[in-house]
Structure formats: C-alpha cells, structure tokens
C-alpha cells in the first residue's frame, strides 16, 4: 500500500536543511549550529568582531587517529589582535559547545564581516487610538491589563 501525499505546503526549513547541510559540510562544519549559535558560544564582545569561516579537519594517517581540527575565524582588522590574545578561551568555549576536544587551534583570516542590517523597532502605538480601543473594551478590572489589550489593538489596527 502506498503512502498518500501529504496535502498541506511543508515547511521551506524542510528544504533549506537539507541545501544548507551540504555546503555547510564541505566548510568542515556538521550543523549550522556553531553558526547561529556563535553570539552564545563565544560571547558579544568576540562574536561582534568574528564570525567562522570553516572548520579544517586533519585526515588521519594510517593507523593514528586524526588529531583535533582547526577553526578559522574571519575576523575585522582593527579586532585581530585582540581575537589572537582571546584564542585560548575562545578555544575551551568552543570545546564545551562540542563537548569533546574537537578544536586543536584557531586560524584568524582578517576580512570584513558579513553583517546583517538590524531590524528597525516598529513605532509605538498612537495613544489616541489606544485610548479609544480601551474606551470600547468591556469591563477589565485590572486597568494594566486593559491598556496592554488597548496598545495591542491599536498595533493590530495600525498594521
């Protein structure tokens, strides 16, 4: 008996893990993990000026185990030197993200980042719709309450 086909749209994440697990692979990396996760792996400060690049695995020779592997970090000029003295302890928090002794060294390339444009806060809701939106709830005794449900309204409404 077959399988009927599925009739609702799949998710585009179903499509890009898969593209994304194969170029992310031939850069040495398993998951995009080490990727999304980098602000958290190594801290603001470090992610702010670095990013991965690839991750280069050694191949083993005959019957001795590959040694760990080397990160390369792209990293802006001015924050080189600085990205260099923090190596180590970018290293052991590298380490405890795999949880095993994965990464031997870190290799810097000095280029530019690719930087993502931050999204822009939307404007607060106008006070006098909120305030109308309030007047036409019904009967909220907690006023805190009230006019959160008239700020989202007027958001809503705005949109």
Known sequence: MTKPSRSFPRPLSEFMGA??????????????????????????????????????????????AAGPATLVLRVEGPAAIEI???????????????????IGRIALRQAPLRRREPRKAPPPPDPAVAARIAESLPEIEDENLRQALARLGASIKRK
């Open 19 to 64: 593209t994304l697990s194969d170029v992310l692979k031939t850069q040495g990396f398993a998951s995009a993990e080490i990727l999304a996760r980098w602000g958290d792996i190594v801290g603001p400060e470090v992610a702010a000026h670095s990013e991965p690049m690839k991750i280069a695995w050694p191949r083993a020779v005959g019957e001795e």
């Open 84 to 102: 260099q003295h923090l190596s180590a302890v970018i290293l052991e928090r590298v380490n405890r993200f795999f949880g095993w002794q994965a």
